[in-house]
């Protein structure tokens, strides 16, 4: 059993390039998220999704899109990356979301640097 | 505002004591709340939850207390180990599905 993975592992990129950190899933979970974590700040939440086709911002959610076109998948994508995106990004599945339905299991991140 | 927060940023413990980690939150209408763990390097791990209709809940060596009137949750760890040390953040789940976490506590193991 997979659980939550995430690729690449680790990335650098130019300022204003573009790429998309995969995330996937085979737990069937519904619900979907991703987490920013800088030193200090604890993990920020970017977007999230309850479950295929639908997806709503979090609390650091600029220059970050997501879509969810499946249970299974949920990918980020930095449009025109800065060097304040530089960071360690976590993708988080639970089964359910508002009410407690189960806690979230977190791939093990991607470490993204952004020169 | 919607946030939540921790006390300490670092708590040292010796080996064989028990460990209290605090959290404060704001939001009165959350009603779930998670502790998560995180070792250097790896994504957070769930350790317990509890819901807002409960006060107190125990797991393996954990405890988590919940006071509703003062917006405070903390979690007890018994009999503290050098397997213990970590991160420990506690999460909130909001109304609106977004779960929210804190800035997070370093326990430390003394020998």
């Known amino acids: 059993n997979a659980g939550v993975t995430q690729t690449p592992k680790f990335q650098v990129l130019k300022t204003g390039q573009s790429m998309t950190l995969q995330c996937a899933q085979d737990?069937?979970?519904?619900?979907m998220s991703w987490y920013r974590q800088d030193p200090g700040m604890g993990l920020r939440l970017i977007h999230y999704s309850v479950g295929a086709g639908i997806t709503d911002q979090g609390e650091v959610p600029n220059g970050y899109n997501v879509s969810r076109s499946t249970t299974e998948d949920f990918p980020l994508r930095l449009l025109s990356a800065a060097p304040s995106q530089t960071s360690v990004y976590f993708c988080?599945?639970?089964?359910?979301?508002?009410?407690?339905?189960?806690?979230?299991?977190f791939g093990e991140g991607s470490r993204l640097t952004v020169l | 505002g919607e946030s939540v927060g921790l006390h300490l940023p670092t708590l040292s413990v010796q080996e064989g004591d028990n460990s209290i980690i605090n959290c404060a939150y704001s939001?009165?209408?959350?009603?779930?709340f998670i502790w998560y763990k995180q070792e250097s390097g790896k994504g957070p791990q769930f350790i317990i939850d509890?819901?807002?209709?409960?006060d107190k809940r125990q797991g393996q060596r954990v405890t988590v207390l919940l006071n509703k009137t003062v917006k405070h949750l903390s979690l007890q760890i018994a009999a503290t180990q050098p397997g213990d040390s970590a991160v420990y953040f506690c999460?909130?789940?909001?109304?609106?599905?977004?779960?929210?976490f804190g800035k997070g506590t370093r326990l430390h193991i003394l020998p």
């Open positions: 999460a909130e789940n909001m109304w609106d599905d977004k779960i929210i």
């Open positions: 988080a599945s639970s089964y359910g979301g508002t009410g407690g339905f189960g806690e979230l299991f």
């Open positions: 939001n009165s209408a959350s009603d779930y």
């Open positions: 509890i819901r807002s209709n409960m």
């Open positions: 737990m069937n979970h519904e619900y």
